[in-house]
């Protein structure tokens, strides 16, 4: 198991952490990604309010080699975020970002916000992925609405991207899926 650490993270950030797997040529090669993150919510909210929930991903460096590949580049990275239990979605906008090389977008695909960056993103090169701020509608009183990130396996990934690499002479695109592990809540709301 290899980490990429795409950022050190101050000690008091939390860090999303995630298990990724990438189907090569060369079969298939397991990873870990770290990366600082500061999601805000209020710490309560009434029932049938509207409220928002911002996820911040912080500035990250692609590293430009993954178990002795070469990274080249990284495309079409898709980012996703459950709309918590005991809320009903009302929208989703994206703020900031840099590096990125394209303009990033978000939608909401069934019960999921998904943030999409078609990049490309060069190896070894900085970048920081635009602020999620989902607006959300409480649900009833006496629950708590918890934030976090998509993903319970490979085969139900909360982060997927296509990395381009090298390896002697041969260069190929790898598609890579990550889930969060372990996946603990990035905010907390009570419904008072």
Request: glycine share 8%; aromatic share 6%.
């Amino acid at each position: 198991m290899v980490t990429l650490t795409l950022l050190t993270p101050a000690p008091a950030q939390p860090v999303a952490s995630y298990a990724c797997r990438a189907n090569t040529k060369f079969g298939q090669h397991t990873l870990s990604l770290r990366q600082a993150v500061n999601a805000t919510a209020p710490a309560t909210v009434r029932p049938n309010i509207r409220f928002t929930v911002a996820v911040d991903l912080q500035p990250g460096t692609l590293p430009t080699e993954v178990k002795g590949f070469k990274l080249q580049e990284v495309r079409d990275l898709a980012l996703r975020m459950p709309v918590p239990a005991n809320t009903s979605y009302v929208s989703a906008k994206l703020s900031g970002g840099s590096g990125l090389n394209s303009t990033p977008s978000v939608q909401l695909e069934g019960s999921t916000a998904v943030v999409k960056v078609a990049g490309p993103i060069s190896g070894g090169a900085s970048y920081q992925l635009p602020t999620l701020s989902v607006r959300l509608k409480s649900g009833r009183r006496g629950t708590t609405i918890q934030t976090k990130l998509k993903g319970t396996s490979y085969d139900d990934p909360g982060l997927t991207l296509q990395a381009k690499i090298k390896w002697k002479f041969l260069t190929t695109t790898a598609p890579v899926a990550c889930y969060p592990d372990p996946n603990p809540a990035l905010t907390s709301t009570k419904v008072q």
